[in-house]
């Protein structure tokens, strides 16, 4: 199996940053596109920004200039470097990956983390 563990979750105020990391780990046989989805209570899941295992990038209008997105393939690693956070950037962030596994190595899955929360206060 593959797991997903997401750290760097916190409070911070208005204007602050945050640095979240997302380690994938298990029977991996390679990692397409890794990317960050948020969801804040009453809402629905949204994606964040994604990054291919090329290198390029998507990001969501709301946090563009704000977030960066960048990855670590030898470690399997994905990090959302979170600068200038605003109130309305509060939500559960999850790492999310495409990937193949050893046992399928034909047949792409997708896999989530736990969830990290992220809450700026004003």
């Known amino acids: 199996q593959v797991q997903l563990v997401e750290s760097g979750g916190g409070l911070v105020q208005a204007g602050g940053s945050l640095r979240l990391s997302c380690e994938a780990s298990g029977r991996i046989f390679s990692i397409n596109a890794m990317g960050w989805y948020r969801q804040a209570p009453g809402n629905q899941r949204e994606l964040v920004a994604a990054?291919?295992?090329?290198?390029?990038?998507n990001y969501a209008d709301s946090v563009k200039g704000r977030f960066t997105i960048s990855r670590d393939n030898a470690k399997n690693t994905v990090y959302l470097q979170m600068n200038s956070l605003k109130p309305e950037d509060t939500a559960v962030y999850y790492c999310?990956?495409?990937?193949?596994?050893?046992?399928?190595?034909?047949?792409?899955?997708?896999?989530w983390g736990q969830g990290t929360q992220v809450t700026v206060s004003s």
């Open positions: 999310n990956a495409e990937l193949f596994t050893r046992s399928r190595p034909y047949d792409r899955e997708s896999y």
């Open positions: 990054i291919a295992s090329g290198g390029t990038t």
